[in-house]
């Protein structure tokens, strides 16, 4: 997976409990992202982060929040604002996010599950 | 509103045979496309990406074919292997690495 690791692989929640997936690159990468997978969906971009302290919301940001203190860590917290978290979250980093070829490389993901 | 769709949903093929995959896009303005292979439960790797120039693109068993003027991709897989069961992601790049549109996969299903 790239050098990208996620954890937990699988996690439960209580509804009205916020939780935090962690994501670690050892690539050098400058940018970083957070998408969520739902089935028969594409992937949707939740947050990302070109450089550390900064960060900017994707698509569905609603519910999420981010950190980037670290270049090689961005870590995900789902806040119980969040309606629907059940479902398969991806990370990603990319070298540079303005750069138009810039492959982004993704992590084996975490599986929310909210009971 | 920028879009890709892909089909088949899903496509079930015996051990051996090959098969087509689709993709169409509505991505303006273009920059690239990748198509992504994702095992059940991983994340997504890539195995192509495609520019505006490019027409024919191959990575072993894989051929991906991009047809710039119609918005039309497709992923070839020849002499299919158990291995290659997955979801294929296509996934356009509209200026950077930030404006991505993924579809939504075509699932496919390799039989012995």
């Known amino acids: 997976d790239g050098g990208i690791t996620q954890s937990p692989k699988y996690l439960f929640r209580k509804e009205g409990q916020n939780v935090t997936l962690s994501c670690e690159q050892n690539?050098?990468?400058?940018?970083m992202y957070w998408y969520r997978q739902d089935p028969g969906q594409g992937l949707r971009l939740i947050y990302y982060?070109?450089?550390?302290?900064?960060?900017q919301k994707g698509d569905i940001a609603e519910g999420y929040s981010v950190s980037r203190e670290k270049k090689e860590s961005f870590p995900l917290t789902v806040t119980s604002a969040q309606k629907n978290p059940t479902a398969f979250y991806l990370c990603?980093?990319?070298?540079?996010?303005?750069?138009?070829?810039?492959?982004?490389?993704f992590g084996p993901g975490t599986r929310l599950t909210v009971l | 509103k920028n879009q890709v769709e892909q089909s088949p949903q899903s496509l079930i093929i015996l051990e051996g045979k090959n098969c087509t995959l689709q993709?169409?896009?509505?991505?303006?303005?273009?920059?690239?496309l990748r198509w992504y292979k994702q095992d059940t439960g991983r994340g997504p790797v890539s195995l192509t990406i495609?520019?505006?120039?490019?027409n024919t693109k191959s990575n072993g068993r894989y051929t991906a074919t991009l047809d710039a003027d119609t918005k039309q991709s497709s992923l070839h897989i020849t002499a299919s292997q158990l291995s290659d069961s997955a979801s294929y992601i296509c996934v356009v790049s509209a200026g950077s690495a930030r404006q991505l549109t993924f579809g939504s996969g075509t699932q496919l299903t390799v039989l012995p």
């Open positions: 690539l050098n990468h400058d940018a």
């Open positions: 993709c169409n896009y509505t991505v303006s303005p273009f920059s690239n």
């Open positions: 990603a980093s990319s070298p540079y996010s303005g750069s138009v070829s810039s492959e982004q490389f």
């Open positions: 495609m520019t505006f120039s490019e």
């Open positions: 982060s070109q450089i550390v302290n900064d960060f």
